[in-house]
């Protein structure tokens, strides 16, 4: 089982601040991994796909980069809306697996 | 507009059985890999299983084998999990979401069914 770890587990900022989340595999998932950001209450909502990709509506100001076991969701610039917990997962081998979430909260 | 609707959810006792459903809409439901994810309270998100546009292939998260099985109805757009010999750890919210496209991402999540398992 790829084992997923995201960095850090709380990210402490103000609107308007950039984010850079991490996130890191065990062994390579070459391109296959997905971030997702989730609001209480609410069910996951897909922002970036196969690394780098954004998700149909997702703004420009999330990106994601990386490849093979070392991955990043970068927020550039911090809107109130944008504070939640990011998850990433990846689809390279089963069992498909989640990492732990990134908190990111208002500091 | 995409739609994932789950039902089935409540209270059981261990060792009992729920069946979930989950149904599609405002897509070719046939046309896409879909799965169960399944968040237990104030916890992350744990993928379970997921299976091919024609039920030809299902795979598990390992914790499930023997206990759960995905299934597909592509003439009723419905996707269901059948969940036997229930744990208190398997007490979650049951998401079913859509493996898009190309990507293989679950780029659509219905709004989540409740399984508590207590006795």
Redo the contacts between chains.
């Keep these: 089982e790829i084992v997923l770890t995201q960095s850090p587990a709380t990210l402490s900022l103000s609107p308007g601040e950039r984010a850079t989340l991490s996130c890191r595999a065990s062994q390579s998932v070459t391109s296959f991994l997905a971030w997702y950001q989730q609001k209480p209450g609410q069910a996951p909502r897909l922002l970036i796909y196969d690394a780098s990709n954004r998700a149909t509506g997702i703004p420009a100001r999330f990106s994601g980069s990386g490849s093979g076991t070392d991955f990043t969701l970068t927020i550039s610039s911090l809107e109130p809306e944008d504070f939640a917990v990011y998850y990433c997962q990846q689809r390279s081998n089963w069992p498909w697996t989640f990492g732990q979430g990134t908190k990111v909260e208002i500091k | 507009e995409v739609q994932l609707v789950e039902s089935g959810g409540g209270l059981v006792q261990p060792g009992g059985s729920l069946r979930l459903s989950c149904a599609g809409s405002g897509f070719t439901f046939s046309s896409y890999w879909m ?1 169960w ?1 399944r968040q237990a309270p104030g916890k ?4 379970v299983a ?1 299976i091919k546009q024609d039920g030809s292939e299902k ?4 914790s499930v084998k023997g206990r759960f099985t995905i299934s597909r109805d592509n003439a009723k757009n419905s996707l269901y999990l059948q969940m036997n010999s229930l744990r208190v750890e398997d007490t979650a919210v049951y ?1 079913c979401a859509r ?2 496209g190309g ?10 069914t409740l399984v508590t398992v207590s006795s």
Excluded at chain 2, 59 to 62: A, E, K, L, M, R
Aim: glycine share 20%.
């Design positions: 799965s994810v992350g998100l744990e993928w997921n795979y598990y998260v390992d998401y493996a898009g990507s293989g991402s679950l780029d659509y999540w219905g709004q989540g």
